[in-house]
C-alpha cells in the first residue's frame, strides 16, 4: 500500500518570496512522485514528475520538486511566487508499476497575498 | 484544453433522477478514469479502465455504473444518488497505467 501526506492545508505568502510547499510519501515499492496544480473550476494540471534519474526535477511555471529517497520527501519550490499561482497544489505517488492506482494527498492551498 | 473534454460541466439532479457524465479524449491514450473530488478529501479514484476493459473498481456503489464503449470514451451513468454523492467528477486518461494523468475540467455534481 501507498500514501501521502500533505502537512501544511493552507500556505500564505507574500507575492514574490520564496515558497515550498510539503510532501512525504509511504510506499514498500519504487516509486513514481507527481505534482498537480488545480486552479478554481478546473481539473488537475501536471506541474513535474519524478520517474527516475536527476533529483531535483523542473516543471512548468518555475516550479521545481527535489526527490529525497532517504526522507520519503518530494517538496515542491518556487524562488518566487505571482498572484496567479493562487491554487490547489496536490502531491501523488504511483507504485508497482502503476498496479495500486495513483495515490493524491490532501491537498495544500497556496494563497498568494499582495 | 486539456485533451480531455467532460460534459456536462454543472449538473443539479434529484435523488430518483438518472443522469450520465461524459469524457472524451483524443490523446491516444489507453487508460481512462473516473475520480470523485470532495472538500477537505483527498481525490477518491473509483474506475479505472485500460484498453477498454475495467481493471479498477475500488469499492464504488451501484448506483454509480461506468461504461467505457472505446478507449476514447468514458461515461458514468448515475441513479438513485444521495446528497453525499454531491462533488467534482474528474476524468482522466493516461498512456498506460504506470503513466502521469490528463484531467478534464470535471463535472460538477449536485444531488437535491
Known amino acids: 500500500a501507498q500514501s501521502v501526506t500533505q502537512l501544511d492545508s493552507q500556505v500564505p505568502v507574500f507575492e514574490e518570496a520564496p515558497v515550498e510547499l510539503r510532501c512525504n510519501y509511504s510506499?514498500?515499492?519504487?516509486?513514481?512522485l507527481f505534482w498537480y496544480v488545480q486552479y478554481p473550476n478546473q481539473g488537475l494540471q501536471l506541474l513535474l514528475k519524478?520517474?527516475?534519474?536527476?533529483?531535483l526535477v523542473k516543471g512548468i511555471n518555475g516550479f521545481e520538486a527535489e526527490f529525497n529517497k532517504s526522507q520519503t520527501s518530494f517538496h515542491l519550490r518556487k524562488p518566487s511566487v505571482h498572484i496567479s499561482d493562487t491554487a490547489e497544489y496536490f502531491c501523488?505517488?504511483?507504485?508497482?508499476?502503476?498496479?495500486?492506482?495513483?495515490?493524491f494527498g490532501k491537498g495544500t492551498h497556496l494563497i498568494i497575498q499582495p | 484544453e486539456t485533451g480531455v473534454t467532460q460534459t456536462p460541466r454543472h449538473l443539479v439532479m434529484g435523488m430518483t433522477n438518472k443522469k450520465s457524465l461524459k469524457c472524451e479524449q483524443h490523446?491516444?491514450?489507453?487508460?481512462m478514469y473516473w475520480y470523485k473530488q470532495s472538500a477537505k478529501k483527498p481525490l477518491e479514484l473509483m474506475f479505472v479502465?485500460?484498453?477498454?476493459?475495467?481493471?479498477e473498481n475500488n469499492s464504488v456503489p451501484s448506483r454509480f455504473s461506468p461504461e467505457c464503449p472505446n478507449s476514447s470514451h468514458l461515461f458514468l451513468h448515475l441513479h438513485t444518488l444521495q446528497p453525499e454523492d454531491s462533488a467534482l467528477y474528474l476524468c482522466?486518461?493516461?498512456?498506460?497505467?504506470?503513466?502521469?494523468?490528463?484531467f478534464g475540467n470535471g463535472t460538477r455534481l449536485t444531488v437535491t
Open positions: 482522466a486518461s493516461s498512456i498506460g497505467t504506470d503513466s502521469p494523468l490528463h
Open positions: 519524478y520517474l527516475s534519474g536527476s533529483t
Open positions: 501523488a505517488v504511483l507504485g508497482g508499476g502503476g498496479a495500486d492506482g495513483l495515490t
Open positions: 490523446l491516444g491514450h489507453n487508460a
Open positions: 479502465y485500460n484498453f477498454k476493459e475495467q481493471t
Open positions: 510506499s514498500s515499492v519504487s516509486v513514481y
